[in-house]
């Protein structure tokens, strides 16, 4: 699921403006960067903590970004919005496929307990090759690794629903499996995150 995850990402950031949109029988899926060619930089300068001041390169030639911010949050999935409303119009089927392997691999990971999360719970964030749950070197299943440089996420009691439950809704409606809406209500029933008041 890890490695569905991150291929849904990188084919939404890569390829999700070139998606076709049905129109022509002989007009490819979608286009991505071709052998050889090299993206722009995308070069940020960050405000906030300690990082303030610092220009960061969030997506480059060859990666999107780097050992310390190779997690996927939910917030991720703002960059899908136009590879959506692609799918809305057309239904096109690799982007339903590629959507639905991404809610399965939050779903999933909302199902481990591993790292003392509970049931049901989506983690804050889930880090990248090995799948740990709050990230990349997280200390924990609820807060993420904040190494200069970079912009990771805590977990936040009802703050990251908005992204995550519209992907469910989503792959619910690409489906019709029930599944998508049905969580334990584990939130609810442990209270606050620890250190959290």
């Known amino acids: 699921?890890?490695?569905?995850?991150?291929?849904?990402?990188?084919?939404?950031?890569?390829?999700?403006?070139?998606?076709?949109t049905g129109a022509e029988e002989s007009t490819p899926v979608f286009s991505g960067p071709q052998s050889g060619e090299k993206l722009p930089a995308l070069k940020v300068t960050l405000v906030y903590g300690e990082g303030a001041g610092q220009t960061v390169d969030f997506l480059g030639s060859m990666s999107?970004?780097?050992?310390?911010?190779?997690?996927?949050?939910?917030?991720?999935?703002?960059?899908?919005?136009?590879?959506?409303?692609?799918?809305?119009?057309?239904?096109?089927p690799v982007i339903g496929k590629l959507l639905v392997e991404w809610a399965d691999a939050w779903r999933n990971d909302?199902?481990?307990?591993?790292?003392?999360?509970?049931?049901?719970?989506?983690?804050?964030?889930?880090?990248?090759?090995?799948?740990e749950l709050g990230g990349v070197n997280s200390p924990n299943w609820y807060t993420a690794a904040h190494p200069p440089g970079t912009v990771n996420y805590d977990w936040r009691p009802g703050r990251y629903?908005?992204?995550?439950?519209?992907?469910?809704?989503?792959?619910?409606?690409?489906?019709?499996?029930?599944?998508?809406?049905?969580?334990?209500?584990?939130?609810t029933a442990c209270g606050p995150v620890p250190g959290q008041s």
Not at 9 to 15: A, H, N, P, S, T
Not at 70 to 90: E, G, H, K, M, Q
Request: net charge positive; charged share 20%.
């Open 1 to 20: 699921m890890v490695v569905s995850r991150f291929a849904a990402v990188i084919f939404v950031l890569f390829c999700g403006s070139g998606i076709a």
């Open 64 to 92: 999107i970004g780097n050992e310390k911010q190779a997690n996927d949050s939910y917030i991720n999935l703002r960059a899908a919005f136009p590879a959506i409303s692609v799918y809305r119009y057309n239904r096109n």
């Open 110 to 131: 909302a199902m481990r307990t591993d790292r003392k999360k509970p049931l049901g719970v989506f983690p804050a964030e889930v880090g990248f090759p090995g799948g």
């Open 161 to 187: 629903y908005g992204y995550l439950v519209d992907l469910m809704l989503l792959a619910h409606e690409i489906t019709g499996e029930d599944k998508y809406l049905a969580f334990p209500s584990a939130e």
